[in-house]
């Protein structure tokens, strides 16, 4: 322990992960939201019901809440590369610098100016651009995914450019910006937004009807996010599928972790996949363990007998290879196996929502299967949490795959000054994510506002605008 | 080293030492007006009027904010050794600043939503409060300079920002956010409140005033570095001309105060805050790390800086129409809490 307090690496590590997971939990309800309230509004401007003009408002208060905090807690993200990662930072900047760049101007710029006109603006702009405000938050926050996870993936699967004297030198910058984790990356990424803010959405919605208030509101939202879900939610499972594999062809030694593989599996042989295991990183081994037998050949190959081998940690010199390899283990099960639940419930509820059970008179008598969508609401935070551990830290060694060392990245501080910042950091993360229940519960408890008139004033100015000529004489006779 | 420099090696850092300049100078006066606001709401003694003040800042603090994002980014990808370098250097006041700033962030939902709200305007106000204090240190440093070796990496200790000069720079600029934060709240308040925002923004004024004057006229005395830079020709005949400049504008913005005009003080404001920056520019320009490293040895490769301007180059104009569009949507006078459903 003494050793970990006088570390540089390890302290930054500790602040990076620990400033990284808090940050997270914000951007995944804003960017998923945000599609759902382009869907609430354009809803509400095409059928003129109420309820979805009550509904963008009462989401939207969760919105901004986790928009405010989203916003502060990704200023030390923006700038801890400088502060803890300085030789990262210098070695990588032409690219992964350009790229954050990027981030900010295109995307992140353009979800903050326009929130102001979706929060405040509902009597101040027509409905149009009040609509075309919500659509540039929502693809700016997307767009914000977008080039966070290009970077990131970068990371993954460096390309486009060759590291000369440990300094990456670009050669083509649509190559690094597509390299090959990009797409699924990004795409997993994205619906994994999606999904958990439409089940904190219909997890919230579910609370509501279980507690038979506001009824006909909140089984419209539930539907709405069910409909949607049951796309997203079986999609993301393949995705994340497609992306495994993809660890496996490119960073065998995060596969070999993910699975806790001491061992090669060689060529036409058949894998097993563990189910449970606990692995043991000093004797090089799981010391308990039970496997499925050829599940892994099916899994990455469709295969009986894997065509390729599937390469075991000892393979490589410790140094070489990830470490903590049970938190990795775990946290891939974990992902896993929230993904499947959550698809298993959309899918289990779409029967019923077949079998009339969620018609208005009926939905609030379903109290279990409202107690599985309340239970959901958090799943997707431990899911996307989870699947960022198995991503970053069975990426270990390496901050840059196969090129660049976390050890050699990391910038060479007072380990009193890290700590100074890690402890403060994490104190008011701490009061902020209590504050943040507090409030959250809050906004839930007190519920939408349902006597509030919809914004008249504006259509009437629009329609006026319009035929103003025609309207003249009639001013002119009062 | 210059010398051996193409022409375009040259321009392109240039261009971007630009670009970052206008985006600091956005960040500065944007934030600037914002954090001023919050400072000069811990001298407010009333629930209602600490809530106006927050309420005129409601839809514009995160974009304002969000040009340091921008700048932090482009700094990042157009001169990663300056950006690595400068943050190494200034580590605490660039901790501080963002524990400021986020106290202030979350301050907006958390008291829009509590009962105890005298809690998160305390938060909001100490939040503005330290962000503006790590920022005047960092400003400070850029006058003491950073200790670098011989590849431009900090090799100072962790208190190097830390003089006394440095704390009468970071003092100025708390003086002059409260000014610009008083300028702003004349524009959008009325009453009483507007009145007091006249009495602050004169003693702002002129404390500000000191500690400019005091910082023009130290510098060439302190800085030996600055001193040669500063008193040779191009930039000698500028500096007889930027504190004429800057006389007439005291001028016209204490004028505008006395005549308690509504809208003009903050475009003075504006317009001295553009002129110490042109300053400051000038000061420190080729140099990024000063005062040792400059634009063109900290400078990410030519096709890097082209590939970065060919893409947000033309996404400034754009961003600063929004910009404007989001302000000209709120124009007015703030009523009451409620802004929203005015």
Not at chain 1, 404 to 419: C, D, F, H, Y
Not at chain 2, 11 to 34: A, K, R
Not at chain 2, 70 to 87: E, H, Q, R, W
Request: glycine fraction near 8%; hydrophobic fraction near 50%.
């Amino acid at each position: 322990m003494a050793s970990f307090f006088s570390d540089p690496v390890a302290l930054s590590r500790m602040q990076f992960a620990m400033t990284a997971i808090f940050h997270m939990l914000w951007p995944v309800l804003t960017t998923g939201m945000a599609i759902y309230l382009i869907v609430i509004e354009g809803l509400w401007l095409k059928t003129r019901n109420i309820d979805y003009y009550h509904h963008a408002r009462f989401w939207s208060k969760l919105y901004v809440l986790n928009f405010g905090i989203g916003v502060a807690t990704g200023l030390p993200m923006a700038f801890q590369f400088g502060l803890n990662w300085a030789p990262f930072s210098e070695s990588v900047g032409d690219f992964f610098g350009t790229v954050l760049g990027f981030e900010g101007t295109m995307a992140f710029m353009l979800e903050a100016s326009f929130l102001g006109i979706m929060l405040f603006g509902w009597n101040r702009v027509p409905p149009p651009i009040h609509y075309l405000a919500t659509i540039l938050v929502a693809f700016g926050a997307n767009l914000s995914t977008f080039w966070i996870l290009s970077a990131n993936s970068w990371l993954q699967t460096p390309a486009g450019g060759i590291f000369v004297d440990g300094k990456f030198v670009v050669q083509d910058y649509f190559k690094a910006i597509a390299n090959p984790f990009m797409v699924n990356s990004f795409l997993h990424m994205f619906f994994a937004t999606f999904e958990t803010s439409l089940f904190v959405i219909g997890g919230i919605s579910a609370w509501f009807l279980i507690n038979k208030r506001n009824p006909n509101l909140f089984s419209k939202s539930l539907k709405v996010a069910l409909a949607t879900l049951l796309v997203v939610a079986p999609l993301q499972v393949f995705i994340g599928h497609l992306s495994a594999e993809q660890v496996y062809h490119y960073q065998p030694t995060k596969l070999a972790a993910m699975e806790a593989q001491w061992e090669t599996v060689p060529a036409e042989a058949r894998a097993d996949w563990s189910l449970l295991a606990l692995p043991n990183d000093k004797a090089e081994k799981n010391d308990f363990e039970i496997k499925v037998p050829g599940a892994l050949s099916y899994l990455l190959e469709l295969k009986p007998k894997l065509t390729e081998p599937v390469l075991g940690l000892k393979e490589w010199a410790p140094e070489d290879r990830p470490h903590m390899v049970g938190l990795v283990y775990y946290s891939f099960r974990t992902m896993i196996a929230i993904g499947m639940f959550l698809a298993a419930l959309a899918v289990f509820t779409a029967f019923q929502w077949l079998r009339g059970n969620l018609v208005e008179s009926e939905i609030t008598n379903n109290k279990w299967l409202l107690r599985a969508w309340i239970f959901s609401a958090p799943l997707g935070y431990i899911a996307v949490e989870a699947g960022w551990i198995v991503r970053c830290v069975g990426r270990q060694p390496w901050i840059v795959y196969g090129e660049l060392r976390t050890v050699e990245s990391a910038s060479n501080l007072p380990p009193g000054e890290i700590l100074f910042s890690f402890s403060g950091l994490m104190l008011m993360y701490s009061v902020l994510f209590v504050a943040m229940l507090f409030f959250g519960s809050r906004i839930i408890r007190k519920g939408p506002n349902v006597d509030l008139p919809e914004p008249t004033v504006q259509l009437p100015r629009l329609v006026k605008a319009q035929h103003e000529p025609d309207s003249r004489p009639a001013e002119a006779q009062q | 080293m210059e010398t051996s420099l193409d022409p375009l090696a040259k321009f392109l850092p240039q261009v971007w030492f630009f670009i970052l300049g206008l985006f600091l100078f956005l960040y500065v006066l944007l934030d600037g007006f914002d954090l001023g606001v919050g400072i000069l709401s811990l001298t407010s003694g009333s629930e209602e009027r600490r809530g106006i003040l927050m309420t005129s800042l409601g839809n514009v603090w995160d974009a304002n904010e969000t040009w340091l994002v921008l700048m932090g980014g482009s700094l990042f990808g157009a001169f990663p050794l300056a950006y690595a370098t400068i943050l190494n250097a200034l580590y605490l006041p660039a901790v501080v600043m963002v524990v400021g700033l986020i106290l202030r962030a979350v301050s907006f939902e958390f008291r829009e939503n509590a009962d105890n709200k005298l809690v998160w305007n305390i938060t909001f106000g100490v939040g503005s409060f330290l962000a503006a204090l790590g920022q005047g240190f960092a400003l400070g440093s850029v006058f003491e300079g950073i200790t670098v070796d011989a590849d431009g990496h900090f090799a100072g200790g962790i208190f190097d920002w830390l003089t006394w000069r440095s704390v009468v720079v970071a003092l100025t600029l708390i003086q002059a956010y409260v000014l610009v934060g008083s300028t702003y709240l004349i524009l959008k308040t009325t009453g009483e409140l507007q009145a007091t925002h006249y009495k602050t923004a004169k003693l702002a004024a002129w404390t500000t005033l000191a500690g400019a004057v005091f910082i023009t006229v130290s510098t060439p005395v302190f800085s030996e570095q600055l001193r040669e830079h500063l008193l040779e020709p191009p930039l000698l005949y500028i500096f007889g001309i930027i504190p004429i400049l800057g006389s007439v504008l005291v001028g016209l913005l204490l004028r505008s105060l006395y005549r308690e005009e509504e809208n003009t003080p903050i475009i003075w404001t504006f317009m001295l805050f553009a002129l110490s920056f042109i300053g400051l520019g000038f000061v420190i320009f080729p140099q990024i790390i000063p005062p040792s490293v400059t634009i063109y040895e900290a400078a990410a490769a030519p096709s890097s800086l082209v590939f970065m301007l060919t893409f947000i180059g033309f996404l400034i104009p754009i961003l600063l129409f929004y910009n404007i569009y989001n302000y000209i949507v709120f124009r007015g006078k703030i009523a009451d809490e409620n802004y929203g459903e005015v």
